[in-house]
């Protein structure tokens, strides 16, 4: 069975830092690329960055560019984002999930397979 659990969620300040965790099982972690995605109330999720476990190619939303960096342990199935200089628009909860490597580059919340899991509430107040 694919599953991924996030973890490190938190409420934080303006301006502070976060690095939120996924530990995936289920499949041959090799295989896929990971996605970081987000969903805030009253909006559609969308996604925010992606990493390739094949060649450590990674994606990220124009919107969070430049201040979270997504980063992968192949050894114990974990990929991690970094979130640094948090904003308040950036409040939501944060899911990880397994993307077709081929797809990694789009970030699309259309494309992870499996069910989504409960993800990580991120708050950052002003």
């Known amino acids: 069975e694919v599953q991924l659990v996030e973890s490190g969620g938190g409420l934080v300040q303006a301006g502070g830092s976060l690095r939120l965790s996924c530990a995936a099982s289920?499949?041959?972690?090799?295989?896929?690329?990971i996605g970081w995605f987000r969903q805030a109330p009253g909006k559609e999720r969308e996604g925010v960055s992606c990493i390739s476990s094949s060649d450590g190619s990674t994606y990220y939303a124009d919107s969070v560019k430049g201040r979270f960096t997504i980063s992968s342990d192949n050894a114990k199935n974990t990929v991690s984002l970094q979130m640094n200089s948090l904003k308040p628009e950036d409040t939501a909860v944060y899911y990880c999930?397994?993307?077709?490597?081929?797809?990694?580059?789009?970030?699309?919340?259309?494309?992870?397979?499996?069910?989504w899991g409960q993800g990580t509430q991120v708050t950052v107040s002003s």
């Open positions: 289920g499949f041959t972690f090799d295989d896929y690329a």
């Open positions: 999930a397994a993307v077709d490597e081929r797809l990694c580059f789009r970030i699309s919340p259309k494309d992870p397979f499996g069910s």
